[in-house]
C-alpha cells in the first residue's frame, strides 16, 4: 500500500522528472514579534533542504512588515507565521491579506498558536486555507521540519498546477482567437458567396429566360410534328433547368439570411387556387385528381406573405405529382388550428395516393441534397433541395413541417403557418399602371434629376423616361446631385450607388440633412441586388430601389409609388416623341438588340443612339483598365469594371457584361490582390467585339 508522502513522489518522478523543476532556493517567511522565535526557526531549519535546494529566509517582526515582505516577494513558498503578535497587527490579519487581497492561493501557510483554544481551529483552517496549525510548544525541531516538508511538496505541486492553468489557457486563448479568424474567414466566404451569387443570378436566369421565350414563340409556329416534339423537348429541359438554378439560388439566399417575407393581405384560397392552376395540365397528362378541401370556419382573407406560402405549397403539391401514378389522388388541405385576437396559425396538408416513404427515410427527408432512395434523383429528377428549401420558409413564416407515409399507398405533407388576421383595416392601394400609355397619365410632364456617372447608362435611363414624357436633367457624381437640387426644382431623383467623387449613400444623407428636401423621393439605381445593399438605401433616406439592367416596367412602377397618387403636373413640358425610322436587326455579335429594346421600351432609333454614345464614351476603357492594372490601382479597375458591367448590360452586350462583372467580383474579393490578367484580355476581347458590331450599323 502507497502511503501519502510515497504517493506525492510518485508523481514527482512522473509528472517532474528525476531533476527539479525549480533552480533556486526555496523562500520562506518567518513572521513573528519574537526575535528568539526567528533564531530558533533559522537554527532548526539550518541545515536542511527539500528537493535538492537550499531554504532562503525572509524576516518580519510585524504585520505591517510581512505584508511589504508579500507585496515585494510574489514566489514566496512558505510563510511560518505567529498566529496572534503583539504589534500593530495579528497573523490572522495578515493571511487575510494575503488571500483576500494578494489572491496568492499558492503560499503555503504554517499558523503558531500560543495557546489551545485561542480560536476554531476548523474555522481558520476552512477559511484561509492553512497548511498547518500548531501550538508553539508542539513545534518541536522534527515536527518543524516534516510540516515544513508536506508545506513545500504542496507548493511545489500546486505551483506545477498553477504553471499548467496558465498554459492551458494560453491554448484556450490561442485557440478562441483561431476560432475567432477562422469564424470571420468564413463569414467574408459567406458574404462573398452571396455577392457572387447576387451578381451571377441576373446572368443566369436572362438567357435561360431568352431560351424558353424562343421555344415558346417557335412553338406558336406550324412546324412538322417531329420538330414539335423536339421543341417541347427542349422546353421541359430548359424549365426544369431554371428549377433547379432557382433552387440553389434560393437555398443561398435562406442560409445566408438574405431572404426577407413581405407582409401583405391575400385570400389563402387565392393562393391554392393558383398552385391548382399551374398543375391543370399535370392533371390532365397523368391523369391524376387533384382536389381542394378547405374546412368550414378556415379564415381566407389574412396578413403574410402568398408569395412564399404559394411555393411551399408548390413544392409539395409538385413531389406529390412526381410520386403519383395515373389514376392516382392528391388532396390540398387547409385548417384553422390557433386563432387569437390578430394572430391565427393555418395548418396544410398534402395527401397523395402514391408510391410512399419507407419509415426509416422520414427521419432526414427535410435534410438538404437528401432524397428517399438513391434512384430517386435519376428516375424522377431533382436536386433534393426542394424540402430543404421548404423546410426553411415554413420555419420563417413561425411554423413546422412533418410527414406521414405508408410505404407504397402513400403520403401526407403537414405545415403550419403563423399569418395575421386581416380584419377589414385596409389601406387605400393605388393600382399601378400595366403599360406605357398608362404610365403616361401619371408621370408626363414630371422633372427628374438622374445622378448616373456612366453616360450610356444615362442615355438609357433619359431614353426611357422621356418616351413617357418625363423631363430628365443628368449630373454625374453625387457632389454635383446635391448642387443641383439646391439649384432647381425637381419632383424626384434617380440616384446611382457607385459614383466618383462622392457616392448615392452620401449624397442622399446631406441633401435629406435639409428640411427643405424631407418630402422629396430620391431613388436608388444598382447594379447590385443583396438585401443588405437595399437596407443601406432606405436607412440612407431613399424610398426605392431599382436594380440595373433598367427595365422599363419596373422603373415606371418604381416612380408611381414613390411620387404617390397625388401626382402634380410639372410646369416642363413633355419632350417630343421621336420618329421611329431605324430598322435595327434583332441581334448582332455580343449584343442581343431585340432583348434590350424589349426591356426598356424604347425605338429603335433612340437604342442606336445609345448604342453610338457607348462607343463614344467606352473609346478608351481598356487603356484606362490596362493603366490601372500596371499601376495597381484596384479602386479605379473597380470603378471602370463596375460602369462598363451596367452599361454594357443595358444594351444587351451580356457576354461583355459577364466579363466585366467577373473582374469586379474578383477585385471585391480577392481585397488587395490583383486580379488574374486574362480576365482584363477577356473583357478588350468582348467590347470591341461589341463596339465593332455597333459601328457595323
Known amino acids: 500500500m502507497i502511503q501519502p508522502y510515497d504517493f506525492v513522489s510518485f508523481i514527482e518522478d512522473d509528472v517532474y522528472g528525476k531533476e527539479s523543476c525549480f533552480n533556486d532556493k526555496w523562500k520562506i517567511l518567518i513572521v513573528d514579534d519574537d526575535e528568539d522565535v526567528h533564531r530558533i526557526t533559522k537554527l532548526g531549519l539550518e541545515s536542511y533542504s527539500f528537493d535538492g535546494r537550499e531554504l532562503e529566509f525572509f524576516c518580519a517582526f510585524s504585520g505591517i512588515e510581512a505584508k511589504k515582505v508579500m507585496k515585494e516577494n510574489s514566489d514566496i513558498a512558505l510563510i511560518i507565521i505567529d498566529a496572534f503578535m503583539e ?16 489572491k496568492n492561493q499558492l503560499v503555503q501557510i504554517i499558523l503558531k498558536k500560543s495557546q489551545k483554544g485561542q480560536s476554531s481551529e476548523q474555522k481558520i483552517i476552512r477559511e484561509f486555507e492553512i497548511n498547518d496549525y500548531k501550538s508553539k510548544v508542539d513545534m518541536t525541531s522534527q515536527k518543524l521540519i516534516n510540516s515544513v516538508t508536506s508545506s513545500l511538496r504542496a507548493y511545489k505541486l500546486a505551483s506545477f498546477y498553477h504553471k499548467l492553468n496558465i498554459e492551458l489557457e494560453n491554448k484556450v486563448y490561442e485557440r478562441t482567437k483561431e476560432l475567432k479568424i477562422a469564424k470571420e474567414e468564413a463569414e467574408k466566404a459567406t458574404e462573398a458567396k452571396s455577392i457572387f451569387l447576387a451578381q451571377m443570378s441576373h446572368e443566369i436566369r436572362t438567357p435561360m429566360n431568352s431560351v424558353i421565350s424562343g421555344i415558346e414563340l417557335a412553338l406558336a409556329e406550324e412546324v412538322s410534328p417531329n420538330v414539335d416534339r423536339y421543341l417541347k423537348i427542349i422546353k421541359s429541359s430548359a424549365y426544369s433547368l431554371l428549377n433547379i438554378i432557382n433552387d440553389i439560388l434560393d437555398f443561398s439566399k435562406i442560409e445566408s439570411g438574405k ?50 406560402l404559394h411555393q411551399i405549397i408548390t413544392n409539395l403539391v409538385g413531389n406529390a405529382f412526381k410520386f403519383t401514378p395515373p389514376k392516382g389522388n392528391i388532396v390540398i388541405g387547409v385548417q384553422e388550428i390557433d ?17 410512399g416513404i419507407k419509415p426509416e427515410k422520414l427521419i432526414g427527408l427535410f435534410k438538404p441534397f437528401t432524397q428517399a432512395e438513391t434512384s430517386t434523383s435519376r428516375r424522377y429528377g431533382g436536386t433534393g433541395l426542394g424540402l430543404a428549401i421548404t423546410k426553411k420558409l415554413v420555419e420563417l413564416m413561425g411554423g413546422k413541417i412533418w410527414a406521414e407515409s405508408e410505404y407504397g399507398k402513400g403520403s401526407t405533407f403537414f405545415f403550419t403557418v403563423q399569418l395575421l388576421r386581416d380584419i377589414g383595416i385596409k389601406k387605400e392601394e393605388k393600382k399601378l399602371p400595366s403599360n406605357i400609355v398608362s404610365y403616361r397619365k401619371w408621370l408626363e410632364g414630371i422633372t427628374v434629376l438622374l445622378a448616373e456617372d456612366n453616360p450610356t447608362n444615362q442615355e438609357i435611363v433619359k431614353a426611357v423616361m422621356e418616351k413617357a414624357g418625363i423631363f430628365v436633367e443628368t449630373v454625374s457624381n453625387g457632389i454635383e446631385a446635391i448642387e443641383a437640387v439646391q439649384k432647381k426644382e425637381f419632383d424626384l431623383v434617380l440616384m446611382d450607388i457607385d459614383m466618383p467623387e462622392m ?32 437596407d443601406k438605401c432606405y436607412k440612407s433616406g431613399m424610398v426605392g430601389y431599382i436594380s440595373k439592367p433598367i427595365n422599363q416596367h419596373k422603373l415606371f412602377q418604381t416612380l408611381v409609388k414613390a411620387l404617390s397618387p397625388n401626382l402634380e403636373k410639372s410646369k416642363y413640358v413633355s419632350v417630343k416623341n421621336r420618329s421611329n425610322n431605324c430598322m435595327l436587326p434583332d441581334k448582332l455579335p455580343g449584343i442581343y438588340i431585340q432583348s434590350a429594346i424589349d426591356a426598356l421600351g424604347i425605338d429603335q432609333d433612340v437604342f442606336k443612339e445609345i448604342l453610338t454614345a457607348f462607343v463614344r ?57 490583383m486580379p488574374d490578367y486574362k480576365i482584363l484580355e477577356e473583357i478588350d476581347l468582348e467590347l470591341k467585339r461589341v463596339i465593332e458590331s455597333i459601328k457595323s450599323l
Open 259 to 308: 431572404l426577407d417575407l413581405e407582409s401583405t393581405c391575400f385570400k389563402v384560397t387565392d393562393v391554392i387556387g393558383k398552385v391548382s392552376d399551374i398543375f391543370l395540365n399535370k392533371t390532365l397528362e397523368k391523369n391524376v385528381k387533384l382536389d381542394i378541401e378547405i374546412k368550414q370556419g378556415t379564415p381566407v382573407q389574412v396578413i403574410g406573405d402568398p408569395l412564399r
Open 87 to 102: 504589534t500593530d497587527e495579528t497573523g490572522i490579519d495578515v493571511v487575510r491579506f494575503v488571500r483576500q487581497e494578494l
Open 339 to 355: 386563432v387569437t385576437c390578430d394572430k391565427l396559425i393555418l395548418e396544410f396538408n398534402i395527401k397523395d395516393t402514391g408510391i
Open 503 to 534: 457616392d448615392g449613400y452620401s449624397a442622399t444623407m446631406i441633401i435629406k440633412q435639409n428640411p427643405q428636401f424631407e418630402q422629396l423621393p430620391i431613388i436608388a439605381m444598382t447594379a447590385h441586388a443583396m438585401k443588405g445593399d437595399e
Open 617 to 673: 464614351s467606352n473609346s478608351q476603357t481598356i487603356e484606362k483598365m490596362t493603366d490601372a492594372f500596371k499601376n495597381k490601382n484596384l479602386k479605379l479597375l473597380k470603378q471602370l469594371s463596375h460602369s462598363l458591367r451596367g452599361s454594357s448590360a443595358g444594351i444587351g452586350a451580356k457576354e461583355l457584361s459577364a466579363a466585366s462583372g467577373k473582374l469586379e467580383f474578383e477585385i471585391q474579393s480577392a481585397e488587395q490582390e
